[in-house]
Nanobody
Framework: QVQLVESGGGSVQTGGSLMLSCAAS????????MGWFRQAPGKEREFVAAIRGSGGTTNYADSVKGRFTISRHNANTVYLQMNSLKPEDTAVYYC????????????????WGQGTQVTVSS
């Protein structure tokens, strides 16, 4: 059974940084695209960033470009470094995985973690 376990959430002030981690129990980790999504109260879940398993191509939402960086480690872990955090970044952040080439949208991702809360105060 595939498990994605997020960690690293917390509370920071505007301008602060956090790094989220996601440990994935995927046998063929390097064949999966790993993504981060977020959902704020009363809003739909939205794409944040993703990284392909083959080649490492990355994709970011416009709202986080230049502030967030997604990376992956061969030890079945994907990271999301978040800098210059803003109150509008407050949300539950979810790690997700799909087979490479399936797409970047939420519907394309097969496996999901339970989420970790990120709160940014002004």
């Amino acid at each position: 059974q595939v498990q994605l376990v997020e960690s690293g959430g917390g509370s920071v002030q505007t301008g602060g940084s956090l790094m989220l981690s996601c440990a994935a129990s995927l046998v063929t980790f390097n064949k999966y695209t790993m993504g981060w999504f977020r959902q704020a109260p009363g809003k739909e879940r939205e794409f944040v960033a993703a990284i392909r398993g083959s080649g490492g191509t990355t994709n970011y939402a416009d709202s986080v470009k230049g502030r967030f960086t997604i990376s992956r480690h061969n030890a079945n872990t994907v990271y999301l470094q978040m800098n210059s955090l803003k109150p509008e970044d407050t949300a539950v952040y979810y790690c997700a995985a799909n087979w490479d080439g399936s797409g970047w949208t939420s519907a394309a991702f097969t496996y999901w973690g339970q989420g970790t809360q990120v709160t940014v105060s002004s």
